[in-house]
């Protein structure tokens, strides 16, 4: 065992002692932060203020708990080592006591007079995981000491504040304070954002007479955090031209406002802006670029990044290219990554496996989604979150295991969510289990009577059923009228010239052999022509349109949508690829569909029509495809068993 301290060790020669002191600083682990200590200690080194500070600061990052063995070891330690200690436990939330009690020790110690840095330390500590009284106690004993004012303690009040959301106190401690730097300022903007009002966190950016890339980051970041993608880019267009150069946490949320935008040609000059090498890559921003691509629909680049770029030292890269093969329906790809993750030594985390369930998912891989979430278990230690059993849900759901996913959604060991039966609800229209759907909707009625995507999804399921007196009842008593849906919209300037290609298309694609999928109306209308009519005039058939009416010949066309794509404009749009000619990219609120040829990147798995053959297809071979899936299911454990 270590001793920390010895009274009876000789130093040895003062060039060899210099020499020793060195090495804390070339400590690569903690093997190699054990073998200096211990050659310190024996030459009573470690007795050495330098030393005993570097040790203890270099210990506090690489394992807390050895530098706390090391700290209480101390006969009188000075107020660096107080300080390093506080600081350390401070940024890790399940420690903050630890901090709040040695701060206390400090207070205590009347060898020891705290300094500004001792109360910004503690401030944040109890900002990270303590409650109000542990920060009212500091502040008590910050005014005793005369630092109530000081800059320092003052910022980290304000930030205190922010992190419990009490904002407007912080703001009572930004007006008060008598100097305020940029930091100050910062630090509110910070706050503002944090409790998502931008429009307080606007104003104070506006009337800062000096702004620095932090103020410029909190700010876009913050618009992007509540949804406003386009201020964000405008914002940071205009950084680009009166502001400081933007760093890697700008071009982070940049990235994030062009993925939600589909911005796919701002998106690409931002990466090529980083290309002229202003801005060192790192995982974070390398992970931006990679989901930005995905969600753009270029997930060919997406790959193409993730495999040129060599720092991939961290997970966050590989989980942006699990996900993005994951949302483009191609789940062998995201498996492969996985693997070859394993190969590299990343270290998976909860969102690694969200992404490579999701895969499995839109893959109709069951079997091997079973697997992944028992390993996440067993070789990974990953404690399953509500998050992985929904995927786990809609899994089962979209593959037609109804009674599997409403029997893990009993087992969970949390309550389900809304989202969770929601999910197996979808699956029971798709699927046309009329009494299972009814069912499932009073709970989602018991848990959320308001909830709105669950009357609309029990109105979808009476409706393919042809109960449309109770449909009618529960659109009507959300205010979603038959009439609002069948009458399209015509507030759009070039609606005119829109429906006039919309006749000219449909009458193209009958050519072809399109034939509507009246079966996906869900209204109540008799007459064909009329159900022909609102068919046509759903979202995506009108985007696509104003598309094919607005760009030249050979452009793909990308299209965006909050909800999944019906089954007929999914056969429209593989028709529509093949008689213009063109490349459309429909993102939905699930998929990725790419049509090109009349083909869909999904192989139809994911339109209700699909989903539906698919279901045939398990249980017709249902025997057959579970021995298949085994045989490819024990191959696979194999290959994990020997990368492990």
């Known amino acids: 065992m270590i001793r920390f301290y010895s009274a009876s060790a000789k130093p040895f020669h003062s060039d060899h002692c210099c020499k ?305 093969f994951a949302m483009h329906g191609k789940p062998n790809e995201a498996i492969n990554v996985f693997e070859q993750m394993k190969v590299e030594k990343v270290s998976p985390n909860k969102v690694t496996f969200i992404a490579l369930l999701n895969a499995c998912s839109h893959g109709y891989m069951v079997e091997q989604g079973k697997l992944y979430f028992r390993l996440m278990v067993s070789d990974y230690a990953i404690t399953p979150e509500i998050e992985h059993y929904g995927c786990m849900v809609d899994l089962l759901s979209r593959s037609g295991f109804l009674k599997e996913a409403e029997d893990m959604i009993s087992s969970m060991p949390m309550a389900p969510d809304v989202a969770i039966w929601g999910a197996l609800l979808n ?32 109105s979808n399921i009476y409706s393919t059923s042809g109960r449309w007196n109770e449909a009618r009842m529960l659109r009507e008593k959300n205010e979603l009228s038959n009439e609002r849906k069948k009458i399209p919209d015509k507030s759009h300037p070039e609606s005119r010239e829109i429906c006039s290609f919309l006749d000219e298309m449909t009458i193209k694609l009958k050519s072809a052999g399109y034939v509507p999928e009246l079966g996906e109306l869900l209204h109540d209308i008799d007459d064909e022509e009329d159900k022909e009519t609102a068919l046509s005039f759903h979202s995506e058939k009108l985007a696509i349109a104003f598309g094919l009416m607005n760009t030249a010949y050979g452009t793909p066309i990308r299209t965006v949508k909050n909800l999944r794509i019906c089954g007929d404009c999914h056969q429209a749009t593989k028709f529509i690829s093949k008689v213009y000619d063109r490349v459309i990219i429909v993102r939905d609120g699930t998929w990725y569909h790419h049509f090109k040829e009349g083909i869909c990147s999904c192989k139809d798995y994911c339109s209700p029509i699909g989903l539906l053959k698919g279901a045939l297809a398990f249980g017709a071979f249902g025997k057959f495809l579970k021995n298949a899936h085994q045989s490819a299911v024990n191959s696979l454990q194999l290959q994990i068993m020997e990368v492990a």
């Open 20 to 324: 020793l002191v060195s090495l804390i600083d070339s400590c690569k682990s903690m093997q190699q932060i054990k073998q200096t200590h211990s050659q310190l200690v024996t030459t009573a080194l470690i007795s050495h203020p330098v030393s005993s500070h570097k040790l203890l600061k270099l210990t506090a990052y690489v394992s807390l708990s050895y530098a706390q063995k090391l700290f209480d070891q101390i006969p009188q330690p000075d107020l660096f080592i107080y300080n390093t200690m506080i600081k350390a436990h401070s940024m890790l939330p399940h420690s903050c006591h630890n901090s709040f009690a040695i701060f206390r020790s400090l207070i205590r110690d009347w060898g020891v007079f705290p300094n500004r840095y001792s109360f910004v330390f503690a401030f944040g500590a109890c900002g990270n995981g303590l409650g109000m009284l542990e920060g009212q106690q500091v502040r008590v004993h910050a005014v005793k000491i005369g630092l109530e004012n000081n800059i320092f303690v003052l910022n980290a009040l304000i930030g205190m504040y922010g992190k419990w959301g009490l904002v407007e106190e912080g703001w009572k401690v930004f007006q008060w304070a008598v100097d305020r730097d940029l930091y100050s300022w910062n630090t509110m903007i910070a706050a503002y954002v944090g409790s998502g009002d931008m429009i307080r966190a606007k104003e104070l950016f506006d009337g800062m007479k000096e702004k620095d890339v932090v103020s410029w980051s909190t700010i876009i970041a913050g618009y992007v955090q509540v949804g406003c993608f386009m201020e964000a880019l405008d914002l940071f267009n205009e950084m680009l031209q009166i502001g400081p150069r933007p760093n890697e946490y700008t071009l982070v949320s940049a990235f994030a406002a062009c993925s939600n935008l589909v911005a796919l040609d701002q998106g690409k000059w931002i990466h090529a802006y980083i290309g002229r090498g202003e801005i060192k890559m790192n995982e974070r921003l390398l992970a931006s670029i990679i989901d930005m691509y995905a969600k753009c629909g270029e997930i060919e680049s997406a790959f193409r990044v993730f495999f040129n770029y060599k720092v991939k030292q961290k997970v966050w890269p590989w989980n942006a290219m699990i996900g993005g």
């Open 427 to 458: 699956a029971c229209r798709i699927y046309k289990d009329i009494e299972r759907g009814h069912r499932i909707g009073r709970i989602i009625k018991d848990m959320d009577p308001n909830h709105i995507g669950c009357h609309v999804l029990l």
